[in-house]
């Protein structure tokens, strides 16, 4: 039951604030109406504080106004104020640039280490698997399905694998097409589930990034035992520098969201989570646009290209540049406006 009192605390607490919710209506309209490039400089100064200072009344009306109109107006004029501070301000083509010019790197910096670890394992995996099928080559179809071996496999004589490696004509380029093929479809799918699964601990990521490094090591093995093996890596190189670092990476964001829901420190695991997953993230856009590059790699270069050093180049030169963009872009921190300044930095942060 409202009492004369109740009625006179709530018209007290409204007289005291007005003032100052009318003030940030006014920015906020004026904000909404020409954009906040235009706001001058006291509003512009004004609108951080005054929207804390409105979310500060919503919480208190919440628990003793008695008056819902006073509610419902804050709760309206605190989302308008939170959406021109804290939303997006650029344009699709900014925030493209940002991502390429600074997001992207950045956050492939600051995941190096469950990257490295993603790389450590492929090879821990590929050695493995290339010294077991050395010693026995029967270990090659412990990991390569026969199916999938399609004749290159310890039986295969050195002159067929090498026409695979280099004919362009038919059925050769056909199988050898088919492998290709088959190695970005399990690599794309590698990198999928690697990311995905990464949350359960890491134990699936690290499980299909030592298993994707036997393939290889497998593959390098038969062909190393022919004396073919530089011939084969320079066939890999052209698209699968780009392509197994694409996986390493995804593999990378699948570790940092697993290492968050093992190692959340002094936050809860989904605040540990939501943290991680915005790297995370980042890395996984960054892996497919890399899987993109390597397949046009692997549907042209391959077949177009045939010299074993032109290969190489190609390949390692493309993973010296997709190295340069992590490690050079987004030194420089960009221009930060006005508003900008006002905004916590954690905020301006988790906006990057």
């Known amino acids: 039951m409202t009492t004369s009192a109740d009625v006179i605390r709530s018209s007290r607490f409204r007289a005291e604030r007005e003032a100052g919710w009318q003030r940030l209506a ?8 020409r954009g906040l490039s235009k706001l001058d400089f006291d509003d512009a100064r004004d609108l951080v504080p005054l929207y804390r200072q409105a979310i500060a009344s919503l919480s208190v009306a919440r628990e003793i106004s008695l008056d819902a109109s006073v509610v419902d107006y804050l709760e309206s004029l605190c989302a308008r104020a939170y959406l021109l501070i804290y939303a997006p301000r650029e344009t699709l083509r900014g925030l493209f640039t940002r991502f390429f010019t600074r997001s992207a790197p950045q956050a492939v ?9 993603a790389y450590v394992v492929m090879t821990i995996g590929a050695v ?14 412990a990991f390569v399905p026969e199916s ?15 026409r695979l490696l280099y004919d362009k004509e038919g059925a050769e380029l056909g199988g050898l097409g088919a492998f290709a093929s088959y190695l970005f479809s399990h690599n794309t799918q590698v990198a999928l589930f690697s990311f995905a699964l ?4 890491c134990v699936p990521s690290l499980l299909l990034a030592l298993y994707n490094g036997a393939v290889l090591g497998a593959f390098t093995a038969i062909h190393a035992q022919k004396g073919l093996a530089l011939d084969f890596v320079g ?15 995804a593999t990378g964001g699948g570790l940092s969201l697993g290492l968050a829901v093992l190692f959340p420190g002094q936050r809860s695991r989904a605040a540990a989570l939501r943290k991680a997953g915005r790297d995370a993230a980042k890395l996984a856009l960054v892996a497919a646009l890399m899987l993109v590059v390597a397949g046009v790699l692997e549907s042209f270069g391959r077949t177009l290209v045939t010299s074993l050093w032109a290969r190489i180049v190609i390949g390692w030169g493309l993973g010296v540049c997709w190295l340069a963009w992590f490690s050079l872009c987004g030194r420089k921190r960009g221009p930060v406006g006005a508003i900008d300044q006002m905004v916590p930095a954690d905020r301006i942060g988790e906006a990057s």
């Open 128 to 141: 493995a698997a290339y010294l077991l099928a050395m010693s026995d080559p029967t270990w090659f179809y």
């Open 26 to 33: 006014a920015i906020v309209a004026a904000a909404e109406k």
């Open 235 to 249: 066939w890999l190189s052209i698209h699968g520098v780009t392509e197994l670092s694409a996986v390493a990476i």
């Open 198 to 201: 990464g949350v359960v601990v």
């Open 148 to 162: 999938l071996a399609g004749g290159r496999g310890p039986r295969a004589s050195a002159e067929a694998l090498k």
């Open 109 to 117: 910096r600051r995941s190096a280490m469950v990257i490295l670890i």
